[in-house]
């Protein structure tokens, strides 16, 4: 086999039939029919799926490696998914739970523009961790949430973005909401000195996502929130490779549709595609992740990997001013911390409880 990628399924079985169920997803993941009917040499060498390793784990959980030829994904997001799980994850005995890429595929998506690094900078973090909040809930006005902004700002956060509901909606239509947003956060920038970055969603088809883009960096913003299971992981990547001043924020809705392990597809995959950031659930709040997922996931977005950057680990989901230092002890400072309602929750004393959040962050003493 030419340059392969190694999937890597975690299945449900036993140990008698581990062995067939193994080469069927090796089968289902490449050529999708009976080998037997396969008369191209060439096929059967380099593009037929190839059992590597079964490892027993026990209680009939049973890892199983494939490789995959590379050249099958055609080096296209979609496609990627497509042939390492499209067919199997109908399958309800299967995970995909990691990938292995070679060089070729990791340098053909490329990963983050700018990355946690990247995001530092843009914010004057250095040194310690990044904070942001969520403008909510949809149904009010752009001016209500323009309001928020602004008070969210001058606390001192480094990032404010849009609530992955807001798209466009007749009660906030997007080329009203990210002007006012915009300007808030702006104007409080001008009074505070500090960084802060507007990050307002997008949504739609591809079109509509290009015409919403353009606009947010017409209006001098540099930073974006896509949820890639959305929009579509091929538009999400387009889009990555189209703007390249811009950073991007991924968001996990819908993320949980589909059985690929939650490191790989919110870490590794979405890293892979370019996501500057990932939001996802911290254990402990709305959702149901454990410590050792959300530590996995953290690690996929940040491990040493060649070529491709690091990604900010961005953990959310329920979380409150309290647990700021349990989670910077937890993550340590290559991280965002997003607190949403946990803030909005303080009504007229947000701007007052949002910088008691930001100096909290900003005065902890990494051990």
């Not at 913003?221 to 538009?235: E, F, H, Q, S």
């Amino acid at each position: 086999m030419t340059a392969a990628l190694t999937a890597i399924y975690h299945v449900r079985g036993d140990a008698r039939s581990i062995e067939g169920r193994a080469r069927a997803i090796a089968v289902e993941q490449s050529v999708e029919m009976p080998v037997s009917a396969i008369d191209d040499q060439f096929v059967l060498s380099d593009i037929l799926g190839r059992v590597e390793a079964i490892c027993d784990h026990g209680g009939g959980l049973f890892e199983v490696r494939i490789a995959l030829a590379s050249a099958t994904t055609g080096l296209e997001a979609g496609q990627l998914v497509n042939m390492l799980f499209g067919n199997t994850s109908i399958h309800d005995d299967v995970v995909l739970h990691d990938v292995v890429f070679p060089a070729e595929v990791t340098a053909a998506f490329g990963g983050p523009r700018h990355g946690l690094d990247g995001l530092r900078k843009r914010v004057d973090a250095q040194g310690r961790a990044m904070t942001c909040s969520a403008l909510k809930p949809q149904g009010v006005s752009p001016q209500r949430l323009a309001d928020l902004a602004g008070r969210l700002a001058r606390g001192g956060l480094d990032f404010i973005k849009d609530d992955h509901g807001l798209a466009d909606q007749a009660y906030s239509r997007f080329a009203d909401r990210v002007p006012a947003c915009a300007a808030a956060v702006q104007e409080a920038r001008d009074t505070t000195g500090r960084a802060t970055r507007y990050v307002p969603s997008l949504c739609g088809n591809l079109d509509q996502l290009r015409v919403q883009i353009n606009t947010a960096r017409e209006l001098g913003i540099d930073i974006v929130l896509v949820a890639p299971m959305i929009v579509g992981l091929p538009a999400f990547h387009a889009l990555v490779r189209e703007h390249p001043e811009m950073a991007f924020v991924a968001h996990p809705a819908m993320a949980g549709a589909s059985r690929i392990a939650p490191p790989l597809l919110l870490g590794k995959l979405f890293r892979l595609l370019g996501a500057d950031a990932t939001i996802f659930p911290n254990h402990g709040g709305r959702f149901g992740y454990s410590a050792k997922t959300c530590r996995e996931l953290a690690d996929a977005a940040r491990a040493p990997w060649e070529g491709v950057r690091a990604s900010a680990p961005v953990p959310a989901g329920g979380m409150t001013p309290e647990r700021v230092p349990e989670m910077l002890d937890f993550y340590g400072p290559e991280v965002m911390l997003l607190i949403g309602g946990g803030l909005l929750a303080a009504r007229e004393r947000l701007t007052e409880a949002t910088a008691a959040f930001t100096s909290s962050v900003r005065q902890y003493a990494y051990r």
